[in-house]
């Protein structure tokens, strides 16, 4: 019977041990997946919570012929659209979130479930800056605010918001069994995409508002997160804006009220974000600014012994992409950044995206994403052999790696559960 215990035991420190190893880690200045380096290209599909199954699965067949073993998408979609998973109570005051698996979060455990199959981790976002899909902006003129920045300092809006966060950390999925906050699915939680000190939902922000504001949310809400899954990394989402003294440069004054070094150094804080959008800030096909913008954080990926992730990159046509795509390429491959993710992956039925995005099909998509992607995971060392096809010369390429490379339309779907379910929280 002792012999029997001890084998017994054994067996389930293995399956710990095991279960732990495939949650991707901040080791220093990288990633690891199964203790192992993991380095990666990975891209942003932001519409999986509105998308049908099938087109769901198409991006993750697409992800997977592209090398690319890691998605960001969003966990959020709040007001009256066909699919919301948070909806205001005008009766009771309250924000009431809808679990049903066709129109509400429910159908987040069909995109968790199929990435599992794929072999693809997600990176996902809670809220947004922005007023796509509700965002912010969404609480705080429901909660009666009347500037911005109230979103992180009002106190029925914080409620609320880490109400549902709880929500979707603790939900089980009913198709795998497995609560979100113990899925190795997950790569990790982001707080917001792109918070800044003002947004787009029509109220300014507050003369009041700068980094200050910004990190002392973000202490609070990452440590909440913190509190209740302490499997998964959480990051920021933000655009990687710094604070530096003796310059007036946007995107390095601290303007938008963030201040990319103070919040890395955060202990809840495991890894960094930054966004490169050189047309659209200014800088346009300015090759320089680009690689000083990724040496910088390059730098402070360094500095502060933290992993960071270039998420979020893009230009406005497939010809700029093949002409400064390399070009970037080159420094992110050989500077040492642990992962970049472009903006973003397309498929033909889905309508809507921006100038941006990359097809499969695009003529360029090798000189775009492939070899970049190869280049990343050959970093990693190992032996996982893949499979892909290149759109540019149409026959097929074999390469070694060491990990598992297996305007939104408002589409909704039907799935074997559709019962309704709403929660109300405050």
């Not at 339309?409 to 109300?424: E, F, G, I, L, R």
Request: glycine residues 8%; hydrophobic residues 35%.
């Amino acid at each position: 019977m002792k012999v029997l215990l001890s084998i017994l035991a054994a067996a389930t420190v293995l399956v710990q041990t095991v279960t732990s190893d495939s949650f991707v880690k901040a080791t220093g200045t990288k990633f690891t997946l199964n203790n192992q380096p993991f380095y990666f290209e990975g891209s942003n599909a932001y519409y999986l919570m509105t998308a049908s199954q099938q087109q769901v699965q198409d991006v993750y067949t697409a992800a997977k012929q592209l090398h690319l073993p890691v998605m960001r998408t969003w966990i959020f979609n709040l007001g009256t659209n066909n699919v919301w998973f948070q909806q205001w109570n005008s009766a009771t005051k309250t924000m009431t979130i809808n679990d049903d698996a066709t129109t509400g979060l429910g159908r987040m455990d069909y995109v968790i479930q199929q990435a599992q199959a794929a072999g693809i981790k997600l990176i996902l976002t809670l809220t947004n800056n922005w007023s796509d899909y509700g965002g912010m902006d969404y609480y705080t003129t429901n909660f009666g605010g009347t500037y911005h920045d109230q979103f992180y300092t009002q106190a029925n809006i914080i409620a609320s918001y880490k109400a549902y966060i709880s929500h979707v950390l603790n939900r089980n999925n009913t198709l795998t069994g497995v609560l979100y906050k113990n899925d190795p699915t997950i790569f990790g939680w982001e707080l917001a995409n792109e918070p800044r000190c003002g947004g787009s939902g029509g109220i300014p922000a507050s003369s009041s508002c700068n980094t200050n504001v910004i990190y002392n949310w973000v202490n609070d809400i990452s440590s909440y997160i913190k509190s209740i899954d302490t499997n998964h990394l959480v990051a920021i989402g933000d655009e990687g804006f710094f604070n530096h003294t003796g310059t007036s440069e946007y995107v390095y004054d601290g303007g938008p009220g963030i201040d990319f070094d103070a919040n890395l150094k955060l202990s809840s804080i495991d890894f960094g974000t930054f966004h490169l959008y050189p047309e659209g800030w200014g800088y346009g096909t300015n090759d320089t600014w680009v690689l000083q913008w990724i040496s910088d954080h390059v730098a402070s990926q360094n500095a502060i012994g933290k992993p960071v992730i270039l998420e979020e990159y893009g230009m406005s046509t497939d010809a700029l992409r093949a002409a400064h795509y390399p070009v970037w390429h080159s420094l992110m491959e050989s500077s040492g950044l642990a992962a970049d993710a472009f903006w973003e992956l397309g498929i033909s039925s889905q309508a809507g995206l921006d100038a941006n995005t990359i097809y499969p099909t695009d003529a360029t998509v090798n000189v775009t994403v492939v070899n970049h992607a190869l280049a990343m995971l050959a970093k990693n060392g190992g032996s996982t052999t893949t499979t892909t096809t290149a759109s540019t010369t149409g026959t097929t390429t074999t390469t070694t790696s060491s990990v598992p490379i297996t305007t939104t339309t408002k589409t909704t779907t039907t799935k074997t559960t559709t019962t309704s379910t709403t929660t109300t929280t405050t």
